[in-house]
């Protein structure tokens, strides 16, 4: 009988994107083990993704946290643009972005509960938001006016103030005069205080005078009013001296544009002459060439070999009359071998011409 994976509580999620950023499906994490790849049976299925191995990351859920690994794939695995080593476990983090092939995963963490946060402890004597004194209170710790505790205020403030503390207690006694007379004397002096007049408003604002600035500050209006300026030096001679510096800054930059507009003419004539002695070149040498395929076509034509033999037989056979007749028969072949020599004589002499011409050397 199979044993039924356990679940994970408050798994947390994988949303699946297209290189588009279109949100394709959520996953849920609530396996100890999640594979990602083209595979049919893994987990998150991405069986289109051609840039996505079969088997190509796993996450494993390990100790509370979700570890993801690349299993060798081919294009590798990349969180928040980096690439992960293969085999390397990289803890993941709420918010990251898992690149894998044309997808993109976005890991959500899950949502933590109000019974797991820790209780902090505070040591005594330690100031909270409960405990602290609130700066931002309308009305100060030195304002006549506020509302205090009673625990605030001072006996003789609680005495004078005709609340119903500061009446003493009624005892029993068995002679009634001595009781009237008790109770008599607070609510007199309670409707004696009803009877006075009450000052407006604008009185008592009037009594209420502002602290009176120490006089060890020696901070005042006129003080600052009063302070001397700074004596600062003559700066005739530092601007004077500042004009000759900028006359010669712009001097000199004439001087450097002149110069730059100079080598760039420099630099154009050199490229004119390179290119000049690069197209007399181009001419002796397809001079040469022109003359070498002439001699070539001379050779075929006239039978060089054959004229070249009877030329030995001769020499070899000087008295031999067949030999003499047979090269007198020859004799206008010789005559333009002898043209064709007197050809190259004048091509050789045109190449060195042109040649001492691009070097400079003419006679």
């Known amino acids: 009988m199979a044993t039924a994976t356990p679940k994970i509580n408050n798994p947390a999620r994988f949303i699946l994107k297209s290189e588009s950023g279109e949100v394709i499906q959520e996953y849920t994490l609530d396996k100890e083990e999640i594979t990602i790849g083209r595979a049919p049976t893994s987990d998150i299925l991405l ?60 890991f959500q963490a899950p ?22 004194e609130d700066s931002s209170l309308t009305a100060s710790s030195m304002d006549q006016f ?22 003493p207690p009624v005892t029993p006694s068995s002679e009634s005069g001595s009781s009237s007379a008790t109770v008599a004397e ?7 205080r009803e009877s006075e007049p009450v000052a407006p408003a604008s009185a008592a604002a009037d009594v209420v005078q502002p602290p009176a600035s120490s006089s060890a500050d020696g901070v005042t209006f006129n003080r600052l009013t009063s302070l001397p300026l700074p004596a600062l030096p003559d700066m005739s001679s ?14 000199l930059q004439e001087q450097l544009n002149a110069t730059q507009e100079a080598l760039r003419n420099h630099e154009a004539e050199i490229a004119q ?8 070149v181009r001419r002796v040498a397809e001079r040469m060439d022109q003359t070498i395929a002439d001699v070539a076509r001379s050779r075929e034509a006239l039978a060089w070999s054959e004229l070249i033999q009877l030329m030995e037989d001769v020499t070899n056979n000087p008295r031999d009359i067949e030999y003499v007749t047979r090269l007198a028969r020859k004799a206008r072949e010789l005559n333009k071998v002898f043209q064709i020599h007197q050809s190259v004589l004048n091509t050789l002499a045109e190449c060195n011409t042109l040649l001492r011409a691009l070097i400079g050397e003419e006679r």
């Open 47 to 106: 069986s289109k993704d051609k840039l996505t191995s079969r088997r190509h990351a796993t996450v494993r859920y390990e100790n509370g946290q979700y570890i993801l690994r690349d299993e060798r794939s081919a294009n590798g695995t990349f969180v928040n643009g980096q690439q992960l080593e293969e085999l390397v476990p990289y803890t993941l983090k709420d918010g990251d972005h898992i690149g894998i092939g044309e997808h993109e995963l976005i």
């Open 111 to 132: 949502a933590v509960s109000v019974d797991e946060l820790p209780t902090i402890s505070i040591q005594p004597g330690e100031m909270t938001y409960r405990t602290r």
């Open 146 to 167: 506020v509302t205090r505790t009673e625990g605030e205020l001072s006996p003789a403030v609680v005495a004078g103030s005709g609340s119903i503390s500061s009446i």
């Open 186 to 192: 607070p609510v007199a002096a309670s409707s004696a």
């Open 238 to 251: 530092l601007m004077a001296a500042l004009a000759t510096l900028d006359g010669q800054v712009s001097a």
């Open 273 to 280: 002459t390179a290119n000049q002695l690069r197209a007399g």
